[in-house]
């Protein structure tokens, strides 16, 4: 079955810096991507999904990047600001049934 | 708009209580799951309906049972649960099953045990 790691499990920027999470998952079948963001006592949101098909897509500051060969995708975030801390969780889809493989989350701190 | 609705925010209740859940999604959406969290950890997933048909159930005790009255609404009835059962529990919906759709999730349902 599929199985997702995320890393760094922590990471604290400064205000206006670049943060990257990086997931790598194992199952190559798999063809959907998405990040979710879930501040403090808040629902998980999604922020931004990739499908296999491309591997870079765009939103304002945030980018993932897909790497198919490799079995990687990145989360990243340029000129942070405060409200950009929370956890951050990847996931990718089992490769049957409606199940989501999350990671085990980045706690992102970005310090003014 | 993507919203899915929860209720209540927060439970408290005793091990021999019963109590529901209750989940809302107005957007046509056929898949809705149910999952818990403890803090800081990733939501693990307990059930999943397709079609309002219960397509996944992730060996999940029998304490918890889903319920899909219709298409757009979710309960999750809760019997003589357990200290460890206190968590976050959240609703999702997503246009079709499958894993490969954007998943919503609602504010979710604080329990808390006693």
């Known amino acids: 079955g599929e199985n997702v790691e995320q890393h760094p499990s922590t990471l604290s920027v400064q205000e206006g810096d670049s943060a990257v999470i990086k997931c790598t998952y194992s199952d190559s079948a798999s063809n959907y991507f998405p990040w979710y963001k879930q501040e403090l006592g808040k629902r998980p949101q999604l922020i931004i999904d990739i499908r296999s098909n491309v591997g870079e897509k765009k939103d304002q500051r945030i980018a993932v990047t897909l790497n198919k060969t490799a079995k990687h995708f990145s989360l990243h975030i340029t000129e942070t600001q405060p409200e950009d801390s929370a956890v951050y969780f990847c996931?990718?889809?089992?490769?049957?049934?409606?199940?989501?493989?999350f990671g085990q989350g980045t706690e992102l701190s970005v310090k003014p | 708009d993507t919203e899915v609705t929860q209720t209540p925010k927060h439970l408290v209740m005793g091990m021999t209580n019963k109590k529901s859940l209750k989940c809302e999604q107005h957007m046509g959406h056929r898949a809705m799951y149910w999952y818990k969290q403890k803090a800081k950890k990733p939501p693990e997933l307990m059930f999943v309906y397709s079609y309002e048909k219960l397509s996944i159930n992730e060996s999940v005790p029998s304490r918890f049972s889903p319920e899909c009255p219709n298409s757009s609404l979710l309960n999750l009835h809760l019997h003589a649960l357990q200290p460890e059962d206190s968590a976050l529990y959240l609703c999702?919906?997503?246009?079709?099953?499958?894993?490969?759709?954007?998943?919503?999730f609602g504010d979710g349902t604080r329990l808390s045990i006693l």
């Open positions: 996931a990718a889809p089992r490769n049957q049934g409606g199940k989501l493989i």
């Open positions: 999702a919906s997503s246009l079709t099953p499958g894993g490969n759709q954007p998943q919503h």
